[in-house]
């Protein structure tokens, strides 16, 4: 089980850090990310973070102003979020996939684990 949190409500230009722990199972071999739904649109990709920490890539939308990184001693999954936009309103989802496979880390069916999400809201 995943536990996604940090969410809040951020003034545009703000700051927040989101956090994804999990309970029974050590995350240091998997593959990880977080992803976005915002109200009424599909649940969009936005970082990853492979296994060991070296693979990281970010969505086009959060490069240079998100980072993300995990602690493996924490069992933890960080996403920090500077700059914030008003289009960054959605909620925030952690997932997993054990790393055993090669494929489309930008894609939903990639993972086998997912957080309940936390609402990040950005005002203008």
């Known amino acids: 089980q995943l536990q996604a949190s940090g969410g809040g409500l951020v003034q545009a230009g703000g700051s927040l850090r989101l956090s994804c722990t999990a309970s029974?199972?050590?995350?240091?071999?998997?593959?990880m990310a977080w992803f976005r739904q915002g109200p009424g649109k599909e649940r969009n990709w936005v970082a990853f973070?492979?296994?060991?920490?070296?693979?990281?890539n970010y969505a086009e939308s959060v490069k240079g102003r998100f980072t993300i990184a995990r602690d493996s001693a924490k069992n933890t999954l960080y996403l920090y979020m500077d700059t914030l936009k008003p289009e960054g309103t959605a909620v925030y989802y952690c997932?997993?996939?054990?790393?055993?496979?090669?494929?489309?880390?930008?894609?939903?069916?990639?993972?086998?684990?997912w957080g309940q999400g936390t609402q990040v809201t950005v005002s203008s």
């Open positions: 973070i492979n296994w060991s920490g070296r693979g990281i």
């Open positions: 997932a997993a996939k054990v790393h055993d496979t090669l494929g489309d880390y930008s894609q939903v069916t990639f993972y086998n684990y």
């Open positions: 029974g199972r050590a995350l240091s071999s998997y593959d």
